[in-house]
């Protein structure tokens, strides 16, 4: 009969929602193997192959982070890193150093010279974690700034 039973009689805004969540992930995720953003279409089949429904009373936002860890399991797919530089003194640093660097995927530049300053690239989730670690030892004097996201391939999707 063609008519999709599980979208029942809201089909548009589940059609809607569905591909709401599908832009969010498009954005906040890339492909690992490719360094690019997967294009909107395929994250909403990838959904749908993964029989993922649209929760009403979330925020688009929300349910695309739930639906990263499940599409995960499918595809291959990564969240974009923030790119997040910390600065405080070396005093302070000699406590949180290693937990801080062990929180990175990857580490752009090192300074140690009077001052500890680090840029690198750490998964979106982490970041409350730098934020609370460097307060915590710096007494609120040190800083955690998120200064961007990892440049992509297609780095121009966020930029446009």
């Given amino acids: 009969s063609g008519i999709n039973a599980e979208y029942g009689s809201s ?13 969010n992930i498009s954005t906040m995720c ?9 294009p ?8 749908k192959d993964a029989h993922i429904s649209v929760k009403p009373n979330k925020s688009a936002k929300q349910q695309a982070l ?8 499918t595809i291959q797919i990564d969240r974009v890193k923030m790119k997040i530089k910390i600065s405080m003194t070396m ?4 406590k949180c150093k290693d937990q801080i660097k062990a929180l990175f995927t990857s580490i752009i530049s090192e300074d140690n010279d009077g001052q500890f300053e680090l ?20 007494r609120g004097k040190g800083t955690c700034e998120v200064i ?3 440049e992509t391939a297609e780095s121009a999707v966020f930029n446009s």
Avoid at 40 to 47: P, R
Avoid at 66 to 73: A, F, G, Q, R, T
């Fill in 11 to 23: 089909g548009i805004n589940a059609e809607y929602g569905y591909t709401e969540i599908a832009a």
């Fill in 30 to 38: 890339i492909n690992p193997a490719t360094q690019r953003p997967y």
């Fill in 40 to 47: 909107v279409s395929l994250v909403e089949q990838a959904m």
């Fill in 66 to 73: 739930e639906v990263i860890k499940v599409l995960k399991e």
């Fill in 91 to 94: 005093g302070d640093a000699k």
């Fill in 119 to 138: 840029l690198g690239l750490s998964e979106p989730g982490h970041y409350k974690q730098l934020s609370e670690l460097v307060g915590k030892h710096s």
């Fill in 148 to 150: 961007g996201v990892e």
